[in-house]
């Protein structure tokens, strides 16, 4: 199956008074129908600039997306005038961000902000958008659709806010579901409920899901796929279950082992990974997770390690065979 | 770890923390938010006492009320046989070099005009431990033991990253040799991978001059791994205390079940299996929480009596401490 969306080698930068940062460095993966793929990484390593980026919503400046090609539907986005971006924007791709706050706009309605994209992209008359906002609100299981839709957003709680931005990236039906973060400003039990939503969104629409967390308890319930980004790099790419049972890369190793587990009962020293993510003010010649790495070897001082090929399904950058500990072959 | 009947270093009995709602021109008290509603605990010498439940539920509050932060409404905090609440002036100074807070958010809780050493040798000027030249050797070996290399006495705060904030957070928190250390929520801002480093390094100490924390934390799992003893909140009031191992294996209030099954397992052969339980809806307000049992509007085990009796805290096996009308029936939830 060809990809729905195809991101090849994208780079983005930011112009700050320190210098350039290189926070997206070659950044290329593909998105099947009705896949979940997952992104994960720490603050700062580029997986929300890499999205944001694939949507034109990168501020420019300072920003500017310096090389690469994002591929939907036999079009290239990076290339396409604000106008017809606007367009895949609000119809073919829909979006949830982490703040349900600040993504409403606080002095219209709910109903408003919902009707609005059904006129503009979908050509429904007042009504008819009513009609769909009602469906639509209902669908994400918020009680009594018709009154809480005529609520501003300040009137809803952190969950049910989310509740509604999805219904809003879903309500003109979009290929693709694009969620950044969307519970990491929820608690626990509403991060429940939010995660079960989008699930049976997901089978009963069949949209594919681009998912981009720092949780990797969350990923792990909810994707097919999953990218480890670290330093604007991808640095692990592969099925779930394979990351998880047999991660390879050293920067997907620790991250795993240093997370203490709600069902391991048993109480073992924590391992953390030293030191702290780097900026990049300039694209690394050597590999960038070298300074903070135990099984680093000569070559990692020289080159920085391709995302390649290690076995079916599963890419890893880095020149180590983690699970020997030598140069891989 | 702990020995049985350990010595308890504090007590806490029946505190309250109700803080007025202010409206109009006068400013006269419409009403209180119920931040904290009659809970009582003790917590022993040596342990780390993990305080859990999410945002609103008055973990916060009550940590900042044992150190009178605030000032409570009703209850008694009782420290080395002093009850805290009664305390004025320069013998609550004293009592506050034995008790100490890390707090959650390093960038503000250090101020951005003062060097390193300014904000760790702080507490070492106003408690007279140490003058001149003796603030910066201790300011140095300070930092020596949080893992900090003492050549920074002399930056500022924005020169150092979350972690390595978090970590003068803690070196100022040991600086007074203190008994007891508040952790509110020390680590929710920071990276993954540096959490294990500040929760390491939060073990070590303790280790080394026998601290004893209180733990507040949303992060299930992390407190699971740093507790001795864990209590469950929900809307100001304490719905289940137990051994960690004992929550975590048998818990019995409807909450607590909810609350860890809610938890994301970082493993996806684990979650694929797994059947949550979804707890329906949002938390209420405490400005006007549910009659009766606090949690009765979310609860799939509410009744008529949820409603009208608040349920009693009750220690349903040996310290494990419950407050639910339906606990022995609760063990139906984790087999749906």
């Given at each position: 199956m060809s990809d729905l969306l195809n991101v090849a080698d994208l780079e983005t930068r930011f112009r700050t008074r320190e210098g350039v940062v290189h926070a997206v460095n070659g950044v290329s993966f593909g998105l099947k129908e009705g896949e979940t793929l997952g992104i994960v990484g720490e603050s700062g390593c580029g997986k929300s600039v890499s999205v944001l980026s694939v949507l034109g919503l990168i501020p420019m400046p300072p920003g500017e997306i310096t090389k690469g090609s994002v591929k939907f539907q036999g079009k290239d986005l990076l290339r396409l005038s604000q106008e017809e971006l606007r367009h895949v924007r609000g119809a073919q791709i829909g979006m949830v961000f982490q703040d349900p706050m600040t993504s409403f706009n606080p002095v219209h309605t709910i109903g408003k902000q919902l009707t609005e994209p059904l006129e503009i992209h979908?050509?429904?008359?007042k009504k008819q958008a009513w009609q769909r906002a009602v469906e639509l609100i209902d669908m994400v299981k918020i009680p009594n659709p018709e009154d809480r839709l005529?609520?501003?957003?300040?009137?809803?709680s952190g969950g049910m806010r989310q509740r509604a931005m999805i219904a809003m990236a879903l309500s003109c039906s979009p290929q693709i579901l694009i969620a950044d973060e969307p519970t990491t400003a929820l608690d626990v039990t509403i991060q429940a409920q939010i995660i079960d939503l989008v699930k049976s969104l997901k089978d009963e629409l069949g949209m594919a899901i681009i998912w981009i967390t720092h949780d990797l308890g969350v990923i792990a319930g909810l994707a097919e796929r999953v990218l480890v980004m670290y330093a604007g790099y991808i640095v692990e790419e592969s099925s779930v279950k394979n990351i998880y049972r047999n991660p390879q890369h050293p920067y997907t190793l620790g991250l795993l082992r240093s997370l203490p587990r709600l069902d391991m009962n048993e109480k073992k020293r924590l391992i953390s990974i030293d030191g702290v993510p780097p900026v990049l003010f300039k694209k690394p010649k050597i590999c960038p997770f070298v300074s903070r790495c135990s099984y680093r070897i000569e070559r990692c001082l020289k080159e920085n390690p391709k995302l390649s090929v290690v076995e079916d399904n599963h890419k890893v950058a880095c020149w180590v065979d983690t699970a020997i500990g030598k140069e891989r072959a | 770890m702990m020995k049985k009947?350990?010595?308890?270093l504090l007590r806490v009995e029946n505190l309250k923390m109700y803080f007025p709602i202010k409206r109009g021109v006068i400013q006269r008290t419409v009403g209180y938010v119920h931040a904290v509603d009659d809970v009582s605990f003790d917590v022993k010498r040596g342990e780390t006492l993990g305080l859990v439940g999410e945002s609103g539920c008055g973990k916060t509050t009550t940590g900042r009320t044992i150190l009178r932060l605030y000032e409570p409404t009703t209850g008694n905090i009782i420290f080395e046989g002093k009850d805290l609440t009664r305390l004025r002036g320069e013998e609550m100074r004293i009592i506050r070099r034995k008790i100490q807070m890390i707090f959650q958010d390093p960038y503000a809780s250090l101020n951005p005009r003062m060097t390193v050493e300014e904000i760790i040798g702080e507490p070492l000027i106003v408690h007279g431990l140490a003058q001149g030249q003796k603030i910066r050797e201790r300011v140095k070996e300070l930092l020596t033991l949080v893992g900090?290399?003492?050549?920074?006495?002399?930056?500022?705060?924005?020169?150092?990253s979350g972690g390595q904030r978090q970590r003068i957070g803690v070196a100022r928190a040991i600086a007074l040799q203190p008994d007891l250390i508040v952790c509110d929520e020390p680590i929710s801002a920071l990276d993954v991978s540096i959490q294990a480093q500040v929760v390491n390094l939060l073990e070590d100490l303790q280790r080394d001059f026998n601290l004893t924390y209180i733990f507040i934390a949303h992060d299930l799992s992390m407190v699971r791994h740093i507790s001795t003893r864990v209590i469950v909140m929900y809307l100001g009031v304490f719905v289940e205390l137990a051994d960690r191992d004992m929550l975590y294996k048998n818990p019995l209030h409807p909450y607590t079940i909810g609350l860890l099954s809610a938890v994301p397992i970082p493993d996806p052969y684990v979650e694929e299996k797994r059947e949550r339980i979804i707890l329906a809806g949002d938390v209420p307000s405490p400005i006007n929480p549910p009659s009766g049992c606090r949690f009765r509007t979310r609860c799939?085990?509410?009744?008529?009596i949820c409603a009208e009796q608040r349920p009693a805290w009750q220690e349903v096996a040996p310290d494990h401490y419950v407050a639910c009308h339906f606990w022995q029936e609760s063990h139906s939830l984790k087999r749906r």
């Open positions: 979908l050509g429904m008359d005529k609520d501003y957003p300040h009137q809803f | 009947n350990a010595e308890v900090l290399n003492p050549a920074y006495v002399d930056r500022y705060p924005h020169e150092f799939p085990l509410a009744q008529q």
